[in-house]
């Protein structure tokens, strides 16, 4: 990928290529090809230390790779020019905004650096959250402060928003109100969401996309309906023999839950209860399964404890 | 950028406001204790001390409260240029210190000026834009510190120290701090980047991050080595609890220079006597111990106040009439006195060189030639006179004049049978009862040639014999340092010279050079790490030092002996340094350039160099990175069973 400050229209609001970053011998990031096509929400999923704040925090170009490239709306994240960065809009997860600003002088200080503000936006997300203009950031409670925080990003029209987990640690009403705002965004503006979270619920109500990040690597991609549709869950009293782990086609996960086994598994059909039973499995009956647990299923795969399952 | 500037202003105001007050409040008792323009040398650097530390913490807080990442993120992910984001910050900054430190300087300035009757000359005024010049200094300070995640960029402190010591004069003050400002601006703007803590990315700044740290270490280092060889020595000698009972005096040989230092006056004396062969030498030893010695003290002035120096003014130019209760001070704009009642702080009027007071007997003060300083309320010394003032007849008398070309190091010094003064390359013996009686020009009694330059003799010792004085010269203070010899000469003045030129009847009765006491190495210890440093200190010293008495010149630099072993030492340390660079650049996967710069670098500034590289050049992380990967993928293939892909 050749480098380029020069912003031009691409297919792709994020492109990474090769993109490796380490701290010291640790891996953050492994060779990650990622390509966010424009438009939608593009959910991020991953556990603790997957790389996800790494590679929000490379793409910004507030941190350097330590191999490969990236690109965002088309430039060089290393060398991303102010324009650019006027048409990324960011919210982080602590929402942290300068305590001592009050929300007015903060909208003023957007509003004139951004040729796209819309006062409306702004004035409309922050009569979810009930924050008045004279009051300090200080003095705000983590749910407003995250209402301001949407609010502004919001207000610039970005044509990417970034989003790390900007839930987190906020009640149902205010949850309901970042929610509310984002469809309301994604609806009017053409604007591409990046949106991490742990929250599957939120995921599976706003994605359109769904990229899950293990250990640095993309190891997923797809929408979240189709992960949901791959994935099923089946119970079992038991097998009649030990079974090899790797015996199970597709595992993800495996567990006891009230004296039956429960197996969730990626790619089977109906035929499936007839292999478990094959391998000496009894009481064989699917389950259905949630978007929350086949992700956490997903996630957890490599986790999956026990090398021989009980009988 | 103007909201982003405004939104500091805010953050601070309360504090900045709440800081002028108090400042405001503290120079207005000052003022009223004492004159504000008026305190001495280290008062003076206390209180510029004070500002530079305030800018520092206040870059050190300011930028530190951005580090947390995601404020870092609010204030640089916004559509305004890196540079218009940190010119806000600093102009921020620099409101805020006009208002803290500038604008109350200023009003306290004009205050004494207009109301309080005191003289406030022009040279006072710039004090203000120097404080705030300092104060933005280190606050640039502050900001690379807390920008980057480098501590030892600490030593860039180094920079501003050396150059701020400079006694400059007038507008030329702001030429060095200009300097100072630029450079550690640039560093803070270099180390300000969208990568918070990233490593300087231009040569240009590594080079100027660089010099100032290498130069600290050479001082760190020569410290060390110090310190490591007296635990040594003290050690070695009277075991590990031998710190609180080891004795320095009683541990340098006999004859050598550190051993002649550590002597009281009579010892050192007779120690130069006994070190000549000739019989008056032996026959001077008997008298010696019923004589009286004494060593001429200093302070050594080196430096003269100098017309519209603004600091650091070592001496004092201000007399005390305690009788008619007016305190005068001395004005460089008119070179007059300007006399204030000690209780009314009311002006009482103007003396002059003569003595004369503004409208006494009809008479305009004569203006002063050259900046004097006040020596025992009673002497004005200029570099080249000394006159002695009569406070009660309004009279000031020349007692003294030194030939062209020569410039006082100590002016009269009186010790019992004996006034003494001293150029910069005569000592000159006056009958006290000249001093007391007389009112005219004093002729001195007896001179002699200093046998090197001042700066380089490190004690006078004088004793009054039967028919004659003994001189004896310890000479050798530099020569720690690498420069000018040691060697203690003594001289025999015949009483009743009066008037004769420089040496004349001086009889040199004994004479020998004095051994090093420190081996070669331990002298030459900061050319051995690094030459280049070392002269350009050496170099800097000599054009802008503040000590005219203990800098080198560019002839002593020339003509310093090094011996030849020092020489191939230096070259191999060089070479060392240079090999640990290349290994170092090697370890962490430096390529190219980088390799070059900081191999060429270590050859260069020495050791220094190389602990610098230690500590500043980051790992390439994209060769390291290959270098995990590779060996996290071998441990995969080779030890883990081998996964199916997961991809959907």
Redesign the interface.
């Known amino acids: 990928m050749s480098k380029t400050i020069r912003s031009e229209y691409t297919e792709h609001a994020i492109e990474t290529e090769a993109l490796?970053?380490?701290y010291?011998?640790?891996?953050a990031l492994?060779?990650l090809g990622l390509r966010v096509t424009r438009g939608g929400v593009h959910a991020l999923v991953g556990s603790n230390g997957a790389g996800k704040s790494t590679l929000f925090?490379i793409l910004?170009?507030?941190?350097?790779p330590?191999?490969g490239h990236s690109r965002v709306l088309g430039v060089d994240s290393t060398e991303?020019d102010?324009?650019t960065?006027?048409r990324?809009g960011?919210v982080?997860?602590?929402?942290?905004?300068?305590g001592?600003?009050s929300v007015r002088?903060l909208m003023?200080?957007?509003r004139?650096?951004?040729?796209r503000w819309c006062r409306g936006t702004f004035d409309e997300v922050l009569g979810h959250f009930n924050v008045l203009p004279e009051q300090k950031v200080k003095q705000l409670s983590r749910g407003e402060r995250a209402g301001v925080s949407l609010a502004l990003a919001l207000a610039q029209r970005p044509e990417l928003l970034i989003l790390d987990e900007p839930t987190l640690g906020l009640d149902v009403v205010a949850k309901q109100a970042v929610l509310e705002s984002l469809l309301f965004a994604g609806e009017r503006d053409d604007c591409t969401i990046v949106y991490c979270s742990h929250q599957m619920d939120e995921i599976e109500r706003l994605a359109d996309h769904l990229m899950i990040l293990e250990a640095g690597e993309?190891?997923?991609?797809?929408s979240p309906e189709?992960?949901w549709r791959?994935v099923s869950c089946w119970t079992l009293a038991g097998f009649a023999e030990a079974v090899a782990f790797n015996a199970i086609p597709g595992l993800l996960s495996w567990r006891t839950v009230d004296d039956r086994e429960e197996v969730v598994v990626?790619d089977q059909d109906d035929s499936f209860g007839q292999c478990l039973r094959g391998l000496g499995a009894a009481d064989v009956h699917r389950r259905p399964i949630g978007f929350d647990r086949a992700v956490n299923a997903?996630l957890s795969?490599?986790h999956t404890s026990p090398s021989q399952p009980r009988n | 950028m103007?909201?982003?500037m405004?939104?500091e202003l805010?953050?601070f105001r309360n504090l900045a406001l709440a800081f002028a007050l108090v400042h405001l409040i503290v120079l207005r008792i000052s003022v009223s204790i004492y004159p504000l323009f008026e305190q001495d040398a280290a008062k003076t650097s206390l209180g510029i001390l004070s500002y530079a530390l305030l800018g520092l913490l206040f870059g050190l807080y300011q930028m530190s409260t951005y580090r947390?990442?995601?404020?870092?993120?609010?204030l640089?992910?916004?559509?305004?240029?890196m540079a218009k984001i940190f010119l806000a910050l600093s102009m921020a900054a620099a409101l805020l210190a006009l208002a803290v430190v500038v604008l109350p300087i200023f009003l306290m300035t004009v205050y004494t000026d207009l109301l309080s009757g005191q003289w406030v000359d022009g040279r006072h005024y710039l004090m203000a834009p120097f404080l705030f010049g300092l104060v933005m200094a280190f606050y640039s300070l502050g900001c690379f510190i807390a920008a980057g995640t480098n501590r030892l960029a600490v030593l860039v402190g180094a920079l501003p120290i050396f150059f701020l010591t400079r006694a400059a004069v007038g507008q030329w003050i702001f030429v060095p701090l200009l300097v100072v400002l630029l450079w550690l601006g640039y560093l803070a703007f270099a180390a300000f980047g969208?990568?918070?803590g990233?490593p300087l990315r231009s040569r240009w700044a590594r080079l100027a991050a660089v010099l100032p740290i290498g130069y600290a270490l050479l001082f760190v280092l020569s410290f060390g080595i110090v310190l490591v060889r007296s635990t040594y020595i003290i050690v070695k000698e009277h075991g590990p609890l031998g710190f609180s009972t080891f004795a320095w005096n009683d541990y340098w040989e006999a004859g050598t220079l550190p051993h002649v230092e550590y002597l009281g006056a009579d010892e050192a004396l007779a120690h130069g006597l006994r070190l000549g062969d000739s019989e008056r030498s032996q026959a001077l030893l008997p008298q010696l111990a019923l004589s009286d010695v004494f060593e001429l003290p200093g302070p050594r002035f080196s430096r003269f106040p100098r017309r519209h120096q603004p600091f650091f003014v070592d001496q004092r130019h201000e007399l005390i009439d305690l009788e008619k209760e007016i305190r005068w001070t001395f004005s460089h704009d008119q070179m007059l006195f300007y006399g204030n009642g000690m209780r009314s702080g009311k002006p009482v009027g103007r003396m002059g060189l003569d003595g004369t007071v503004e409208g006494v007997g009809g008479k305009a003060p004569r203006p002063f030639h050259d900046v004097p300083f006040v020596v025992a309320n009673r002497f004005l010394v200029s570099p080249r006179q000394i006159r002695e003032l009569d406070l009660d007849r309004t009279t000031s008398d020349l007692r003294f004049e030194l030939p062209k070309d020569e410039v006082f190091t100590t002016p009269f010094v009186e010790h019992r049978s004996l006034v003494v003064a001293k150029s910069q390359t005569t000592l000159y013996l006056f009958d006290p009862r000249d001093l007391e009686l007389g009112t005219g020009l004093m002729q001195p009694q007896m001179t002699v040639a200093l046998p090197d330059v001042a700066r380089n003799i490190s004690r006078i010792l004088i004793a009054e014999m039967v028919d004659s004085y003994l001189v004896s010269f310890v000479v050798g203070s530099q020569s720690s340092r690498g420069y000018h010899g040691a060697f203690q000469r003594t001289v025999e003045l015949p009483i009743g010279g009066s008037g004769e030129p420089a040496d004349a009847g001086a009889q040199v009765v004994a004479e020998a050079p004095l051994a090093q006491g420190f081996p070669a190495w331990y002298r030459h210890r900061k050319f051995l790490l690094s030459p280049v440093l070392q002269h350009l200190h050496d170099l800097v010293w000599t054009a802008i030092g503040p000590h005219r008495d203990t800098r080198v010149t560019w002839n002593d630099i020339v003509a310093k002996p090094v011996p030849a072993a020092i020489f191939v030492g230096t070259l191999l340390i060089a070479l060392l340094s240079a090999f640990g660079a290349a290994w170092l650049a090697h370890r962490r996967h430096l390529e190219g350039r980088d390799r070059r710069f900081w191999i060429l670098l270590a050859l260069f500034l020495g050791v220094p160099g190389l602990v610098a590289f230690a500590f500043l050049a980051r790992r390439n992380?994209?060769q390291?990175?290959?270098q995990?990967?590779s060996s996290?993928r071998a441990m995969t293939l080779g030890l883990l069973p081998q996964?199916e892909s997961?991809?959907?």
């Open positions: 490796t970053k380490c010291g011998r640790k891996l492994r060779n925090r910004l170009g507030m941190l350097g330590s191999h991303l102010p324009d960065r006027g990324i960011l982080t997860e602590e929402h942290t905004l300068p001592w600003m002088s003023a200080l957007q004139d650096m951004y040729r993309l190891v997923c991609r797809s189709e992960l791959r990626l997903y795969r490599n | 103007k909201h982003l405004a939104g805010v953050r947390r990442p995601n404020l870092w993120a609010w640089i992910h916004r559509p305004l240029p969208a990568e918070l990233g992380e994209r390291e990175a290959a995990v990967e996290s996964q997961w991809t959907l």
